[in-house]
């Protein structure tokens, strides 16, 4: 059947769109995250359809703005395991998707990230071009923009495809390892009919290999041999890597450094742990195990121990996609973390009698050492009385909020202050450092774990990038109330510090590098919250933030949104 007429009569035949979106469903994706445009009738379609036949397709979720959708189909992939869709309008949906996307990216994150293309038929056909900007919006390649920070991307030729686009879709983007995935979908092959009995059914995703025994070996034997071994960690939170990384560490003394964290890869009381940068355990390290941290070192500022040896371990040890990355390696590992720690507790066990005084010296050292961390940290907490510093107010809020509750954190808040002794119960933005992750992703985590205890820590600017009006109105109209602390010393920190590396004794450094990083005059954040309805405060003296993080936490557990403009100077 072709051209409109025929279209309108076959209009209860199933469309396209509606295999698309049950296929997405059978292949456990939750959540359908949109920002809509004219390429989008036939999705609505399809939905409103699914309401009369109770078809089980992915919960619709508007979002006024395509980067918050990204970062909330992220936090709900964090909380599910399970890969989320996306779909925006075109190519300038498209743009605006591109700073999230490149988080999650290097954060190895699944994402279905779908567009509509404009009409490519001007006529004769159902679904044609009907609007002036439908030949403004076509492009000689719309995916060219993301198509270095996606794995895969395809454009649907025809209805018939549906299923299988939905399902390679699937297939590529949690394959490890795991990574966004882009689809282009034309309206008219969209809005098409095709057979009700189309379907893909879900192909087994391939698995990661078990480590190479040989390597285990290997490195069993450096790390026996080492006085002073170092493992370094960033991003593999797993329970059971987190578990089995705890056991290693416990009954060998390997300390661990969770550099640059951006999850709990080890309980922060346990005795091994080494803090948050490894710049200080470097020096004096014999052996380096770098397990799923892209940087473990700044190899500029940070001198390594001649004769020191370097294996790495992770799904993609090497970090294919970076396009520069010169760190050491002597052994390169391509494993899960879980697997690799259970393997090297395992291939260690017949070196223990040997490696007894070694094993007893380093657990001296590391107390002496927690102890010092220790007495510097409170030092740092208590700081300056007449103002909340970041130590002080991370501190707060880790013991306001206790070890349930779940933290997204886009730069402010220091664990050095505020520990996490459980997996999953922190995430931080990625290694792209692309702004505007934190709200959204709390409020995609918030979407798919409704019963927990959501709290997203911010910097000013960090909060600006992230759409504050769209983030609370998508709040309110989904109920999903999150905390929110912004951390506002009205400016970009990140830029400050990074002009004063450089240019402290040049003339930048007379103003203190505030140049080009001065967010004056702070705006009312508090009020932000208010105007949708949620709970808002602004706090300036230290006494009064453990009072008001309470209200906070009673708001939102009460079913409000809430959000504390912390003044922190610093």
Not at 74 to 90: I, K, S
Not at 101 to 119: K, Q, S
Not at 366 to 386: F, I, P
Not at 454 to 482: C, E, R
Request: charged share 20%.
């Amino acid at each position: 059947m072709s051209g409109p007429s025929g279209a309108r009569q076959s209009k209860h035949a199933p469309i396209a769109a509606e295999i698309f979106l049950k296929t997405l469903a059978e292949h456990g994706v939750d959540y359908f995250f949109c920002n809509p445009g004219t390429d989008f009738p036939p999705i609505v379609e399809a939905f409103t359809r699914a309401r009369h036949s109770n078809a089980r397709l992915p919960r619709p979720v508007l979002v006024p703005h395509e980067n918050l959708a990204v970062a909330m189909a992220h936090g709900a992939y964090l909380m599910t395991g399970r890969p989320q869709a996306v779909m925006v309008h075109v190519n300038v949906g498209t743009a605006n998707t591109i700073n999230n996307v490149t988080n999650l990216a290097r954060d190895r994150a699944p994402l279905i990230l779908a567009a509509g293309r404009t009409p490519f038929t001007e006529k004769g056909s159902f679904g044609s071009r009907s609007r002036s900007i439908h030949w403004a919006q076509e492009m000689f390649d719309q995916a060219g923009m993301l198509r270095e920070l996606v794995k895969w991307d395809y454009e649907m030729k025809v209805p018939e495809q549906a299923a299988d686009v939905a399902a390679r879709a699937y297939e590529m983007t949690m394959t490890s390892p795991r990574g966004p995935v882009y689809l282009v979908l034309p309206r008219e092959p969209l809005a098409a009919p095709v057979s009700e009995t189309l379907a893909s059914t879900p192909r087994q995703v391939p698995s990661v290999g078990c480590p190479d025994p040989q390597a285990i070996a290997t490195l069993a034997d450096w790390i026996a041999k080492a006085q002073s071994p170092l493992i370094v960690t960033s991003s593999d939170g797993d329970p059971r890597a987190v578990a089995a990384l705890s056991k290693l560490a416990d009954t060998y003394a390997l300390p661990v450094v969770n550099h640059n964290p951006r999850v709990v890869t080890l309980p922060s009381s346990h005795a091994m742990h080494a803090g948050y940068d490894s710049g200080p355990l470097v020096p004096e390290a014999d052996l380096i195990v770098n397990a799923e941290c892209d940087v473990p070192y700044y190899p500029h500022s940070d001198k390594v121990m001649s004769g020191c040896k370097f294996a790495h371990i992770g799904e993609d040890p090497v970090y294919q996609r970076y396009p520069m990355r010169s760190f050491p390696s002597d052994l390169s590992l391509v494993a899960r973390s879980a697997d690799a720690f259970e393997a090297l507790h395992a291939a260690l066990e017949q070196h223990r009698p040997a490696m007894a005084a070694a094993i007893d010296a380093r657990r001296k050292k590391m107390a002496e050492r927690r102890r010092e961390r220790t007495d510097k940290a409170e030092q740092a907490v208590r700081g300056a009385s007449d103002k909340i510093t970041p130590a002080y107010l991370s501190r707060c809020i880790g013991e306001a909020f206790g070890t349930d509750a779940v933290i997204f954190n886009e730069y402010p808040l220091s664990l050095e202050y505020c520990p996490r002794e459980k997996p999953e119960t922190f995430y931080s933005l990625g290694p792209a450092g692309g702004l505007g992750w934190g709200l959204g992703a709390a409020i995609g985590a918030k979407l798919a774990a409704p019963d927990k205890l959501i709290v997203a820590t911010l910097g000013d600017g960090s909060y600006m990038f992230g759409n504050p009006t769209v983030s609370h109105w998508v709040q309110d109209k989904f109920n999903l109330p999150v905390l929110s602390i912004v951390f506002n010393n009205s400016r970009y920190g990140a830029v400050r510090r990074a002009t004063l590396s450089m240019f402290k004794d040049g003339v930048a450094g007379e103003t203190d590098g505030r140049f080009l990083a001065d967010l004056d005059p702070s705006p009312p954040f508090d009020a932000f919250v208010t105007a949708q309805g949620g709970h808002g405060e602004r706090v300036e003296r230290p006494e009064d933030v453990p009072a008001a993080l309470k209200r906070a936490q009673d708001a939102v557990r009460g079913g409000r949104q809430a959000l504390l403009n912390v003044i922190t100077p610093y």
